[in-house]
């Protein structure tokens, strides 16, 4: 067998296409997965809510009554107020929930670190073609709400690095000493400004390696979206295949293209490692 270098050639606009598919899907999913992670972490971490016996039965009951409302206002959606326009319904909604928000408004934080943990567990206890699959084609079915696939991947990409990123981030600042944290209740100042200028730039800089890690993870689980046909790197290939029959070629190009953005994000996390080392 000869090794066709004009078959790479030939595929190579294809090939650039799904890299480039690649990258926005990642880019995508790691800023949001950012967002999530780091709120999630930040809330578990300066939030802790032990999971006890306790802890776990006001979770369900908390579980059931919101699924009860959200029956309840489904049933009286369809049935009584069935005339009532839908823009009144959504603000009657959202007066509800402003009301119920501030009535338990000191529980608010220990009702989101117990969801952030619950979150948390979810996410990195099922596998991410799972969770693609039930964004892609179960939850259409339980909120009649249909998306594409791009969409759907990038959503998925940014729900599962959130989950690990906010261990991430707890990991960082739990590392930090205490007395960082002391020093700045010390100094009067208040809690965001202790967490921006204090605590998050020593944390930040312990968490770059395990979030450059992440990065490359991420990038290489985007493959995995193939299973939704979405036209990322993987999927080219694999079509690319189909018509040319050249396997070795094209796959061997496909993991070189792969090699070469992870190498990419490899050396973008030395050179922030190297500009923000303490000397």
């Known amino acids: 067998m000869t090794f066709e270098w004009s078959a790479i050639w030939a595929a190579w606009p294809d090939l650039m296409a799904g890299s480039w598919m690649t990258i926005q899907i990642t880019l995508l ?13 930040v809330v578990v971490t300066y939030v802790p809510v ?38 009144v319904w959504w603000g009657l909604r959202l007066v509800v929930l402003v009301l119920l928000a501030w009535r338990f408004l000191s529980r608010i934080p220990l009702v989101l670190s117990f969801l952030a943990q619950v979150y948390i567990l979810v ?18 079915l339980l909120v009649s709400l249909r998306i594409d696939g791009f969409t759907a991947a990038t959503v998925t990409l940014m729900i599962n690095s959130g989950a690990y ?55 290489k689980d985007s493959s995995l979206f193939i299973v939704i046909g979405v036209a990322e790197l993987t999927r080219q290939g694999q079509e690319i295949i189909a ?27 030395k050179f922030i490692e190297h500009r923000t080392r303490i000397v």
Not at 31 to 39: D, E, N
Not at 249 to 261: F, H, S
């Open 50 to 87: 032990p999971v006890t016996r306790r802890t776990l039965g006001w979770g369900i009951v908390v579980l059931v009554a919101a699924v009860l409302l959200l029956r309840l206002a489904s049933w009286l959606g369809d049935g009584p107020l069935a005339g009532v326009p839908g823009e």
């Open 165 to 219: 990123i906010a261990e991430i981030v707890r990991a960082g600042l739990q590392s930090v000493p205490k007395g960082l944290y002391e020093a700045g209740q010390a100094m009067g100042l208040p809690f965001h400004k202790i967490l921006a200028r204090i605590i998050g730039p020593v944390a930040l800089r312990r968490m770059i390696p395990t979030m450059g890690n992440q990065c490359i993870i991420s990038l």
């Open 243 to 269: 018509g040319n029959f050249r396997a070795v070629e094209i796959w061997g190009a496909v993991a070189v293209i792969y090699l070469i953005m992870t190498g990419c994000i490899a050396l973008a996390l």
């Open 29 to 41: 999913g790691l800023v949001g997965g950012t967002i999530i992670g780091a709120l999630s972490g």
């Open 123 to 140: 996410i990195r206890g099922t596998p991410i073609v799972v969770q693609v699959m039930f964004i892609y084609f179960a939850l259409p």
